[in-house]
């Protein structure tokens, strides 16, 4: 970690600049308000972790955990996680950079599903003012629309400044660019596609259910059922492939 | 779609469990992504083509001697899993043999889902579970009790065979009690403190409140297509 320790010196000399008076004249605004203000050393992990082979760390916050926080918590807590994982992506970025094993890796996934979470308990905290008020969710609409192929595409709905009858740009780039008879033809060739994909999937279900049956006579019934719902047994075990071994009791 | 679902369903629940990892860390460290769609008008947009066989040994799908086993261009020959409905074996459970060389002894078996011997046996008819009341083997069945709590019952017997203690165990900890807290843990009188109370704000007409930031200016009028 010969180069951390560089960037470390480096920015113990840089932060002796970075006094009150110099961070208020160049308009440094502290976010932080940490008792221990790092400065950029707060973009790496704690010295104790440099070099170890595994970090630990708890679970993710769940839902059910953010549901019952008020909104200022949960905003202070986002910060928290958004520096959390900028310090483990620079960390992550260093490992690679040195070609050394990045400890404790799931940490990135923990702070991530963590601020899904949380984003997702606010959207439902405003969504409920919204419903309440207007009727309406207030997020942003998104609908399903044809695209230029024919094909079903999501479209969600974007704010503009002029109505689309007279934005021209708009509805340049709404243009279909292909021709109705090729959208025609592509499409005949996509479902037929997809129907020997579909038909294929079912044939392969069909002989491994076959497979199974041959190899483990006393399987659970209800259970293959239960995986493979679209292969009819009864038809399987009519097949001239099934050959049960016999069962001696 | 489907097919995904299937291939990380097949990664045992409890093995999961036992490694203590987030769900999106295994599927990030298994995948292995051939071809990813360009981004632009495509007629199907953000098409992935990535592996989808793998081969489950006894190695860790998270691992590198998992990787190993199926790196890219390596396949294997087919392997049958038969069915089941519930898993019904944990760590900590004395299990009989039934099968080999070592048919009848008793064992106290691992989280896996074979156990680790030379060879590993299939759940479904090599081993069955001991029932604690007379130390005989028995098949089970799931049941629910009076205080609606699923159980495993002998079907010999009819007793309850309970749940090993041993079966929370994770990698990181014995028991939910003893686990040591990491210096960037929320501790748990933290986590479980309601501050929440109900307005009629939103998130953001809460927090401009509480932070002083005072919005008069009206919104010109926008179209939403």
């Known amino acids: ?249 | 779609m489907r097919l995904t679902q299937i291939l990380y369903s097949r990664i045992g629940e409890w093995s999961k469990r036992y490694a203590n990892l987030p769900e999106r860390y295994i599927k990030r460290t298994m995948e292995q992504v051939y071809w990813r769609n360009p981004k632009g008008i495509q007629y199907k947009a953000n098409t992935i083509i990535k592996r989808k066989k793998f081969h489950y040994t006894l190695d860790r799908p998270w691992s590198a001697q998992f990787y190993e086993t199926n790196s890219p261009g390596i396949l294997h020959p087919k392997v049958f899993v038969e069915p089941i409905k519930k898993w019904s074996f944990f760590k900590g459970d004395r299990v009989e043999i039934l099968m080999g060389k070592d048919k009848g002894k008793q064992e106290r078996g691992g989280v896996d889902v074979y156990i680790q011997e030379e060879e590993p046996l299939l759940v479904t008819d090599q081993v069955s579970l001991v029932d604690p009341s007379d130390l005989k083997s028995t098949g089970i069945e799931w049941r629910y009790t009076d205080s609606g709590e699923q159980v495993r019952v002998s079907l010999r017997t009819g007793r309850i065979i309970p749940m090993p203690a041993t079966a929370e165990e994770t990698i990181d900890y014995k028991s939910k009690s003893t686990y040591k807290e990491q210096p960037k843990d929320t501790i748990e009188k933290d986590v479980g403190e309601i501050t929440f109370e109900p307005l009629l704000k939103t998130f953001e007409m809460d927090i401009m409140d509480k932070m002083g930031i005072r919005e008069d200016r009206i919104p010109k009028k926008s179209y939403w297509y």
Not at chain 1, 12 to 19: G, L, M, P, Q, S
Request: proline share 5%.
């Open chain 1, 1 to 249: 970690m010969s180069r951390l320790k560089y960037i470390y010196n480096h920015f113990c000399v840089i932060n002796k600049n970075f006094t009150t008076k110099n961070a208020l004249r160049n308009q440094f605004r502290f976010l932080s308000q940490t008792p221990s203000l790092r400065g950029l050393m707060e973009f790496f992990d704690d010295e104790k972790n440099w070099g170890e082979s595994d970090v630990k760390s708890g679970r993710s916050w769940r839902k059910d955990d953010l549901r019952i926080k008020s909104n200022t918590d949960l905003h202070k807590l986002w910060y928290i996680l958004l520096k959390e994982k900028n310090m483990l992506l620079t960390m992550e970025h260093e490992h690679n950079d040195q070609a050394r094993l990045f400890p404790g890796p799931e940490r990135i996934d923990k702070v991530i599903e963590s601020m899904e979470n949380l984003e997702e308990v606010v959207r439902e905290r405003n969504r409920a003012y919204y419903e309440l008020e207007t009727g309406e969710t207030g997020e942003q609409i998104e609908k399903e629309i044809t695209g230029p192929f024919g094909l079903p595409v999501d479209y969600k709905l974007t704010e503009h400044s002029i109505p689309k009858e007279v934005n021209a740009q708009w509805q340049k780039e709404q243009e279909v660019k292909c021709r109705p008879e090729d959208v025609t033809n592509f499409l005949l060739k996509y479902k037929e596609k997809e129907y020997l994909a579909n038909k294929r999937r079912q044939r392969r279900n069909f002989n491994h259910v076959i497979g199974l049956l041959n190899r483990f006579p006393k399987m659970d019934m209800e259970a293959l059922k239960e995986q493979y719902p679209d292969v009819d047994i009864e038809k399987a075990k009519a097949s001239r492939r099934y050959k049960p071994p016999p069962i001696f009791d």
